[in-house]
T-cell receptor
Framework: GAGVSQSPRYKVAKRGQDVALRCDPISGHVSLFWYQQALGQGPEFLTY????????KSGLPSDRFFAERPEGSVSTLKIQRTQQEDSAVYLCASSLGLRELFFGEGSRLTVL | GENVEQHPSTLSVQEGDSAVIKCTYS??????FPWYKQELGKRPQLIID?????GEKKDQRIAVTLNKTAKHFSLHITETQPEDSAVYFCAAKDNYGQNFVFGPGTRLSVLP
């Protein structure tokens, strides 16, 4: 596809469950970002990849959050033992350089 | 780290009027300032950006101004139309980091 693709678009999890969110960036984009967007807020940085290397994970809120991009293309954000405060939209963005970010439509996670 | 504030949080204007959204940033090393538009349920999309070596940039009905001394930048939309209704986010990034820091957003409503 031409744009950034994320799946699932919607995920409902019971508290304590593990979830995995997938991001398929634009082909050839070296940079990949994950952001967390709470309702009515701006995107908050979680982590950044350059190809397969995770260069910055300073925004991950706890060690329950883990991201990978093993082949420098598709990325997965995993949240273990989900808590209610994890409920948010998780946005993935890719970039050819470090200027325009191309966002996916997000994965809306609701933790009950 | 960088902190971006944005005002107002909500803005209503009559169709045809102008809208102005203001952002301030804290890190004097920031030198790239993009604006993103996010329609309801959609992905954020870049509408205009400015680098710190210029004070103003225009693209049709949209303009951005930057005051590096005061560390603030503004988005100006002229001749507003109903399709301009959306949430607008400003962001800041420095030359060395990869992290785009976003403001909390402004919900613009253009009333017919």
């Amino acid at each position: 596809g031409a744009g950034v693709s994320q799946s699932p678009r919607y995920k409902v999890a019971k508290r304590g469950q593990d979830v995995a969110l997938r991001c398929d960036p634009i082909s050839g984009h070296v940079s990949l970002f994950w952001y967390q967007q709470a309702l009515g807020q701006g995107p908050e940085f979680l982590t950044y990849f350059q190809n397969e290397a995770q260069l910055d994970k300073s925004g991950l809120p706890s060690d329950r959050f883990f991201a990978e991009r093993p082949e420098g293309s598709v990325s997965t954000l995993k949240i273990q033992r989900t808590q209610q405060e994890d409920s948010a939209v998780y946005l993935c963005a890719s970039s050819l350089g470090l200027r325009e970010l191309f966002f996916g439509e997000g994965s809306r996670l609701t933790v009950l | 780290g960088e902190n971006v504030e944005q005002h107002p949080s909500t803005l209503s204007v009559q169709e045809g009027d102008s809208a102005v959204i203001k952002c301030t940033y804290s890190d004097s090393a920031s030198n790239y300032f993009p604006w993103y538009k996010q329609e309801l349920g959609k992905r954020p999309q870049l509408i205009i950006d400015i680098r710190s070596n210029v004070g103003e940039k225009k693209d049709q009905r949209i303009a951005v101004t930057l005051n590096k001394t005061a560390k603030h930048f503004s988005l100006h939309i002229t001749e507003t139309q109903p399709e301009d209704s959306a949430v607008y986010f400003c962001a800041a990034k420095d030359n060395y980091g990869q992290n785009f820091v976003f403001g909390p957003g402004t919900r613009l409503s253009v009333l017919p």
